[in-house]
């Protein structure tokens, strides 16, 4: 009898062990799971479905059955981790456009549009979490939450300026400093028409895009104004009056 009770024992003793080793390892890799991406898509979906950020993030953690470690081993606040979210749709834009070996041999003109087109296709799934966030900034130019982006959209664009310089696709003017202002102004312009567009297959997007782009090349390009410029200069250094 005492054996048996012993060796009853021993089983339930060993199985106890069993349980809380297997406990600790699924607690592990629960923790290892609340990654990044974890927590950039349970944010997206408590703002759409509450219409409001967290009270906090030991709130935001807890849905998750995470902690506030777990939330700050990648972010230091929630409109960071927003600002991480829209650098990285960018640069999944743009290492999809690099994929392309095509692609390093557009001209400036085609490499905007290509930028834009496939940045849509890029946002697409997440439509309603960004028509939510610009209707909450509608008169801002520059909302908090695309400070990361602008820093890297403002390096691309810089890049394909020089590009653009380097071949005559775009001249260079007193004021062509000011051209990422204007290119910025038009991504925001862009994003705001595409949120409130209701055309079939965002057709009217794709219109906006081919019509503004080739507006705003032609307008940095050369053309009329340069000439007139380059003649005016002409009078002047040679002192003949108009």
Known sequence: ?????????????ASNICYRIMEKTATKKAKRSITKSTLQKAYIDYLLTHGKQPVSIFEFAGELKATESDF???????KALERSL???WFNSTVK????????AQYSVREKVLAFYFTWFETVMKHRSYIIF?????????????????????DDYINMLLVE?????????????????????LHFIFLNKFWTEDDSDDFQKTDA??????????????????????DFA??????????
């Open 133 to 153: 966030r610009f209707e909450k900034v509608r008169k801002e130019l520059t909302p908090f939450f695309l400070l990361a982006l602008k820093d890297a959209f």
């Open 208 to 229: 906006a895009i081919e019509k503004s782009v080739n507006l705003g090349l032609d307008l940095v390009g050369k053309g009329p104004l340069d000439s007139m410029i």
């Open 86 to 88: 829209w650098l990285d």
């Open 96 to 103: 999809l456009l690099e994929k392309d070996e095509a692609y």
């Open 72 to 78: 700050y081993k990648h972010f230091n606040s929630f």
């Open 164 to 184: 653009g310089k380097e071949s005559t696709e775009i001249a260079e003017r007193p004021f062509s400093k000011q051209y990422d202002k204007a290119f910025w």
């Open 1 to 13: 009898m005492g054996r048996l009770f012993l060796f009853g024992f021993g089983q339930h003793f």
């Open 233 to 242: 200069k002409f009078l002047f250094q040679n002192k003949r009056p108009f």
